[in-house]
């Protein structure tokens, strides 16, 4: 729709608006204005695509009123209507940039070219409006495939170095530097976005960095580091010093709790290590810095605390909990005094027996992995707990995928539910139950998979189904409030005010007009 304002005289502003329903197709919005103070104010709002201008209109001075415009947007489309035509005029009226002059009594002849070439403008600066924004959105969309390419393969990758090196060329950050790992306390997919630009704005102070995208309640945090000259132990207190300033901050913009785990600075190449580092630092802090199981003094598994951490992994796995990577990270790191040959077999047994705990209790492909081919792998790598720490991140990663798939299937089955007993009264309880879980749960991954709560969700499927019933016109809107699930008609009828913006008779009436319109 174009938003044309009108300062002319009734004859004039009659004659342009009768001109342009005549020979411009489109939807056209004419204000006829009468203050100086209303027209200045829909330009400085953006408000208008043009002004037909009357330098001759009483009270107003016309140059005056085209510098005005001109000072609040460059770009406003202005057509100047008025009886003097001598050439000091005009030339001093194009100073101005308009788009058009014409000569008061106005004639069509005269306009009709004039807004041609306004609308033909209009419609470019539109399509490349649109065009700008699409590059933007593409080199967005392109760094955030950058960003996550990057952590992947901090994360999951091979050494790489060169690799590596490409990616922080793109993203402008350096070759050397730490990993941060933020931990939400409460998970809340919309307030973990939040978090994330929080992080950005609050980590972007000290250095330049890369933050990944949240997954479930955690967020990844690359932080280049340009202080070369720092000594070493100095490092460990600055990176302190971010850590609580950026747990100070999500406190104070998301009111939201994070611990913050980090791990030293290294080189891009072994840049995992720092991450491992990270998720390490978050266990300890939780876990009080309880040991895991092995007895580093005698090189020793104590089997009955071995056991139970070992059974605290399984129960975490099964869900892709965050915490069976920092019980796994802390049981590597209490592995490194044992001898190679040692590790290797514990950290294939714990691999196996993970892997096999999740196929119990779902099918996946985990089944599938050739385990002889681990042995191979570990021949000819020297970083064992490298290699250890990435093979079960790609574990964790199969089960988060497959977890994420199951709740989509219990997801689909209760909304199924829903529909077929939409007219009944259901409560989340209700539902939760007919599924298997509980209220808390349920709600949760309603919300994941949805993006809606239960009770949005529900209120907008029964006035969907309500305007069914409205258009097909053979019900009364009493009769539709019970169909759809509402015992009250006039609360039936405020919801739907709510929800659509009319009343179910004002909708009814809209929706006949429409009918009428069509026909005709």
């Not at 199924?416 to 949760?444: C, M, R, W």
């Not at 189904?465 to 405020?494: H, M, T, W």
């Amino acid at each position: 729709m174009y938003q044309v304002a009108v300062v002319a005289d009734e004859e004039d502003s009659r004659l342009i608006k009768k001109t342009i329903h005549e020979n411009f197709r489109g939807s056209w919005n004419f204000i006829e204005v009468q203050e100086q103070e209303k027209l200045l104010e829909l330009v400085k709002n953006n408000s208008l695509d043009m002004v037909f201008l009357s330098l001759s209109f009483s009270g107003f001075s016309g140059l005056r009123m085209l510098q005005l415009l001109r000072e609040q947007n460059k770009s406003l489309h202005v057509c100047v209507c008025s009886e003097f035509f001598s050439q000091d005029i005009v030339s001093e009226v194009v100073l101005y940039g308009v788009d058009g002059y014409v000569s008061t009594p106005i004639r069509k002849i005269q306009l009709i070219p004039i807004i041609s070439k306004i609308i033909t403008e209009i419609e470019e600066e539109k399509i490349r409006w649109i065009e700008e924004k699409s590059r933007e959105n593409y080199l967005r969309n392109t760094r955030t495939v950058l960003e996550s390419g990057f952590l992947y393969s901090i994360v999951f990758g091979e050494d790489n170095e060169k690799h590596l090196h490409s990616y922080c060329d793109a993203l402008g950050v350096m070759y050397n530097g730490f990993m941060l790992c933020v931990e939400i306390v409460d998970e809340d997919e919309e307030v973990n976005w939040k978090i994330r630009n929080q992080i950005i704005k609050t980590v972007k102070q000290y250095e330049r960095c890369v933050v990944g995208s949240p997954i479930f309640n955690r967020i990844i945090v690359y932080v280049s580091w340009s202080k070369k000259e720092m000594r070493k132990e100095h490092e460990e207190t600055y990176i302190s010093g971010i850590r609580k300033r950026l747990q100070k901050d999500i406190l104070k913009k998301c009111n939201k709790s994070v611990r913050v785990g980090s791990g030293k600075v290294y080189s891009i190449k072994k840049i995992y290590h720092s991450y491992q580092g990270a998720v390490n630092s978050l266990y300890l802090n939780k876990q009080n810095k309880k040991n895991t199981g092995i007895d580093k003094e005698n090189n020793s598994v104590r089997y009955k605390e071995y056991r139970n951490k070992l059974s605290q992994l399984q129960d975490a796995v099964k869900t892709g909990k965050n915490e069976s990577l920092e019980i796994f990270n802390h049981m590597l790191e209490d592995m490194k005094n044992l001898g190679r040959n040692d590790r290797i077999n514990q950290i294939l047994q714990i691999i196996i027996i993970v892997c096999h705990t999740v196929h119990l209790n779902e099918e996946n492909e985990l089944r599938f992995f050739n385990f002889r081919d681990f042995f191979k792998d570990l021949e000819r790598i020297q970083d064992v707990e490298g290699w250890a720490y990435r093979k079960f991140e790609y574990v964790l990663g199969i089960i988060r995928e497959n977890y994420g798939r199951k709740n989509s299937r219990t997801i689909n089955i209760a909304l199924d539910y829903i529909d077929n007993n939409y007219t009944q009264e259901i409560s989340l309880e209700n539902v939760a139950k007919h599924i298997g879980l509980t209220p808390q749960h349920f709600s949760k991954i309603f919300k994941q998979e949805t993006g809606s709560n239960y009770v949005d969700w529900i209120t907008r499927l029964r006035i969907e189904k309500a305007k069914q019933y409205l258009n097909a016109g053979d019900k009364n809107i009493k009769e539709i409030c019970y169909l759809v699930g509402y015992k009250d008609p006039n609360y039936f009828s405020r919801i739907f005010r709510r929800i659509v913006g009319k009343s179910p008779s004002e909708y009814i009436r809209c929706e006949l007009l429409v009918d009428v319109h069509t026909q005709a």
